[in-house]
Each structure stands twice: as C-alpha cells, then as structure tokens.
Nanobody, 122 residues
C-alpha cells in the first residue's frame, strides 16, 4: 500500500525559508508523478508543483521562482524548497502521487499524505 508522510512544516517569518520532505513507500511499480498541493483555511486545495519520473517540473504561477520541487529516487523522497515565503503561503501542504503518463498540478492524484502545516507571519 502506498504511503506518503510529509515533514518539515513549521512557522516562519515572511521572507524566510522552509524545506518540506515527503517519504514515500509501497510503490506498486514504476516511479510516479509526484506533487505538492496546499489548502488554506476557507479555500480550495490548489496545486503548487509537480515533478515526473524524469525530473520535469511544473509550478503554479504564484510560487514560480520562489519554490523548487525535487526528488531523490534512490530514497523515494520528494522535497519542496520554499524561499521568500509570504503570509499568503500559509496553508496545509500535502504530498501526492499519481501513476500516469502525464504529470501536472492540474491533474487528479490518487494517493495523498496527511499534510504538514506551514505558517508564515508578516
């Protein structure tokens, strides 16, 4: 069974940085498309960034040039480096995986972690 466990969230002041990690296990077969999503209170969940098995990335416009998604395939771990954080980045951040030929923040994902909270104060 696929399991995704996020870590690295916390509280930081605006302009600061955080690095999220997602440890994955139980892959049924080949490496999946993986992504980070977030949901702020009272708002819909939104895609932040995705990375496919070849390392090709896709970002939401709101985080381009500030966030970097990466993966360590040997360790089945996904990362999200978040720099120049803003109060509007405050949300629960979720790691997700999908096994398909396409990989984008606009597509549906099959497996989800429990989330890690990121809070950015002004």
């Amino acid at each position: 069974q696929v399991q995704l466990v996020e870590s690295g969230g916390g509280s930081v002041q605006a302009g600061g940085s955080l690095r999220l990690s997602c440890a994955a296990s139980g892959y049924p077969y080949s490496r999946p498309c993986m992504g980070w999503f977030r949901q702020a209170p009272g708002k819909e969940r939104e895609g932040v960034a995705t990375i496919n098995s070849d390392g090709i990335t896709n970002y939401a416009n709101s985080v381009k040039d500030r966030f970097t998604i990466s993966r360590d395939n040997a360790k089945n771990t996904l990362f999200l480096q978040m720099n120049s954080l803003k109060p509007e980045d405050t949300a629960m951040y979720y790691c997700a995986a999908r096994w398909a030929n396409t990989c984008s923040i606009w597509l549906g994902f099959n497996y989800w972690g429990q989330g890690t909270q990121v809070t950015v104060s002004s």
